[in-house]
């Protein structure tokens, strides 16, 4: 199979790899996938007070696709609102980088990733707000 | 990327023609085209010539007679003939067959396309966790209506090497028909039909070194004679079993592949071993865990498989992309299921995803194996640097534990 240059490129130059401290202030984890699946993806989010997504790091184990997927997510939801970061679908994933169908669901996963992410992020300061 | 910079380790999946087979070849293209049924003149005489002098030559890599060996279109022929031969001409002495979980697809399905059609059932050995097969399971495996135990001598992902001698000796005992699928093994190790108790044996050309698309079922003439249903109708070629005009060009490649394989056997399993060893060696050395599947004995000399935990295998085959290996991951093959052999061993789903089989043969070098090395270890650090299982790892969480959801 022949990989878009995009993929390419994303897999020999992955943005924003590593991790931010779990536990850091606006910080928001997801992992999502399983190593029987051969994909796992983790996505943190690093959101202002304001709701903003300042910063993003990711680190995956999976298909070439799967990395330039959560390599690519990383740059797009930055600067973007919460609300606008939960709207990104997996087919703008697909698109960017050319992904053919058997391929689509890494995408599927990384659109989880923000999710889970955005999920946890809330459960440990929206949340609290909502409550108050 | 320049085409002398590619580095092919993936040997058993095929081989580079041997430029002498090809020289062996050629003279069938141009000058000496005849068919080798034709009786009556000189074209048909000489074509004739060089198939008898093909099976006298591929008879001798495996002990057998010249007229034991008929000539097919490949391994996957040759089990689809030995296999359905088989059932369909001895239907009256039973039904049933042996094999193996671990066995090439040509001769698991179809075991599964004679059991669909209502013509045969089969029993599926699990193998051992180094891969072999127990011979106590075998045994147990047995029925009155057992005609036919197929078992291959080495395995295609794996390398692991059957006792074939004595499995042979166990059908022999209980007048079963033993067929072995030699595609990985005639050539590279050495096959004696008679000291194995081999009664039908499939052989491949292309993974010797020979051409693609020819290949040889060993059919035992006596003690016991081995009769098959033919599965191509036509002509009467090959004493019945298989008609079809002879590919004469590409068995002459094949015969030349084998009389090559036999004269250097010892030597180049010895070179081709040690090149698997000094990557072994140098992948050890540097990283840690790494698994070998399969028993590390028993094992054709050019194969290692190895899973790099944490690390999933097309990723690293994208990162090695001017190497050619190939991968039990999932995704690189088209079911969505990781490889079904590591499976069979029990290797657990996560770490056959890592694994990565090179196929190290004839035309390797120790250049070769040293770039091989040195990129492989640094492209297993940088994707574990990206791994989050391998950061979890790291942290002490067993991954095992951990609730995937
Ligand atoms: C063990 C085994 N059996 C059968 C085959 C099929 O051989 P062929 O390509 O000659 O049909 C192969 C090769 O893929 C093999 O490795």
Known sequence: MAYSDKVIDHYENPRNVGSFEKEEEGVGTGVVGAPECGDVMKLQLKITPKGVVEDARFKTFGCGSAIASSSYITELVKGKSVDEVRGISNTEIVEELSLPPVKIHCSVLAEDAIKAAISDWEAKNGGDKDAS | MTVAHRIYLDNHSTTRVDPRVLEAMMPYFTEQYGNA??????????????????????AALINAKPKEIIWTSGATESDNLAIKGVIEFYKEKGNHIITVQTEHKAVLDTCKALERSGTATFTLIKPKPDGLVDLDDLRAAITDKTVLISVMHANNEIGVIQPVAEIGAIAREHGIIFHSDGAQSVGKIPVDVEAMNIDLLSISAHKIYGPKGVGALYVRSRKPRVRLQAQMDGGGHERGMRSGTLAVPMIAGLGEACEIAGA??????????????????????????????????????????????????????????????????????????PSYVLKALGVGDDLAHTSIRFGIGRFNTEEEIDVVAEKVIKEVRRLREMSPLYEMAKEGIDLKSVDWG
Request: net charge negative; glycine share 6%; aromatic share 6%.
């Open chain 2, 264 to 337: 250097e056997m010892a030597v180049e399993a010895a070179r081709v071993q040690a090149l698997r060893e000094r990557l072994r060696h140098k992948l050890f050395e540097e990283l840690d865990e790494l698994y070998i599947n399969g028993d590390l004995e028993q094992r054709l000399p050019g194969n290692l498989n190895i899973s790099f935990a944490f690390v999933e295998g097309e990723s690293l085959m994208m990162g090695l992309r001017e190497i050619a290996v190939s991968s039990g991951s999932a995704c690189t093959s088209a079911s969505l299921e």
């Open chain 2, 37 to 58: 049924a034709s009786r009556n003149h000189e074209f048909g005489w000489e074509a004739e010539r060089a198939v008898e002098k093909a099976r006298s030559q591929a």
